[in-house]
């Protein structure tokens, strides 16, 4: 069975300074990678994400994530915050295939104004 | 400690047939409870939450339903499921901070 581990459970960031959530995941075969946030008071709702091609993607509001094949790694960046990226940030994994969905336990960012 | 038990973990039904999934949190009171469900190469999908017993919010109309007949239970059914129910459901439930916390999810393949 997949897993799938995020290391960073808090993250304080001033507005401006870049961010670089980490998430490694655990499968033998080939997966779909998703990234998704949960601002305070509302749903979770998907950032992006990866199920082949080119390993860069770009999602909403700025924010892109890299698949390091070899690191089994999805770490999700963002070269300048915004106070209103806090949120919590979830990183999942599936077989590719599947909908089989695992999540990592999430990251709280907290971005000061 | 809370923790989140959803059974089963795969189910294999035919059309037209029904469906109750069962979703139950321990450890805590009072929780806010979600079903979500995600298709083969899509994204998560909210269907429903819950904010207390008996309080059912809908976010897509589907041919589901789901009810809270307990505060720390929550279920989701079908009279008659559809080719299109298939998928994987998770449920998960958040306190008063808003952290969510998942179970271990429902793989439903619907023939």
């Known amino acids: 069975a997949q897993s799938v581990s995020q290391h960073n459970h808090h993250v304080i960031l001033s507005e401006a300074a870049s961010l670089e959530l980490g998430c490694n995941y655990s499968y033998g075969g080939t997966v779909n990678l998703f990234w998704y946030v949960q601002y305070p008071g509302q749903h979770l709702q998907l950032l992006l994400k990866y199920f082949s091609g080119d390993p860069l993607v770009k999602g909403i509001k700025g924010f892109e994530a890299e698949f390091i094949k070899s690191k089994f790694s999805f770490n999700l960046r963002k070269p300048s915050v915004q106070w209103s990226d806090t949120a919590e940030y979830f990183c999942?994994?599936?077989?590719?295939?599947?909908?089989?969905?695992?999540f990592g336990k999430g990251t709280m960012l907290l971005v000061s104004p | 400690s809370q923790t989140i038990h959803q059974w089963p973990a795969t189910l294999v039904q035919p059309v037209g047939s029904p469906l109750s999934l069962e979703c139950t949190v321990e450890?805590?009171?009072?929780?806010?409870l979600y079903w979500y469900r995600q298709a083969a190469g899509r994204g998560l999908q909210l269907l429903f939450y819950s904010v207390g017993i008996g309080q059912i919010s809908s976010e897509v109309p589907q041919n589901l339903s789901a009810s809270r007949p307990q505060d720390r239970q929550f279920i989701l059914s079908s009279k008659k499921l559809l080719l299109s129910d298939s998928g994987f459901y998770l449920c998960?439930?958040?306190?008063?901070?808003?952290?969510?916390?998942f179970g271990s999810g429902t793989q439903l393949s619907v023939l």
């Open positions: 999942a994994v599936s077989p590719s295939g599947y909908s089989t969905l695992t």
């Open positions: 998960a439930w958040s306190g008063q901070n808003e952290k969510l916390f």
């Open positions: 450890g805590t009171s009072n929780p806010n």
